[in-house]
């Protein structure tokens, strides 16, 4: 996916693939991606020749949970689940990302300020 795409003000705050056994050997990628003062969102982008890309507001995440398995633990991966309120899923899951804890803090933080910017509070999204 091509971020440029989004225009020239956007911000990367987070980015990685999908791993295998701790290396980046998937066509499965992941961009947290912030226009200023206008939206925060994380991409999904799935294949090489024909892409899926799907995009997920953060004010709508409502609860984040680590996942990690021995063999996770030991390439120091997880996946993330996003559990979100939306009506096309009910959770989005970053499969297998490097510094899972690292990565589940940037977004919880993201979170929490893109819902304090629009003046959401968790009660207001059920």
């Known amino acids: 996916m091509n971020i440029k795409r989004f225009g020239k003000d956007i911000k990367l705050v987070w980015k ?3 791993r295998w056994a701790g290396m980046p050997l998937s066509f499965t990628r992941y ?3 912030e226009k200023p003062n206008q939206w925060i969102k994380l991409f999904t982008s ?3 020749f024909s892409t899926i890309d799907e995009e997920l507001y953060l004010f709508r995440v ?3 949970t680590v996942h990690q398995t021995f063999s996770n633990k030991i390439f120091n991966e997880g996946s993330i689940i996003l559990h979100v309120n939306d009506e096309s899923c009910d959770k989005v899951v970053l499969k297998r990302v490097l510094n899972p804890f690292k990565v589940k803090a940037i977004i919880a933080d993201q979170v929490e300020l893109e ?4 003046g959401f509070k968790l009660a207001e999204l059920k």
Not at 115 to 118: E, F, L
């Open 16 to 18: 990685d693939r999908k």
């Open 31 to 33: 961009f947290l991606i």
């Open 46 to 48: 799935v294949g090489l």
């Open 62 to 64: 409502f609860d984040i």
């Open 115 to 118: 819902r304090r910017r629009r």
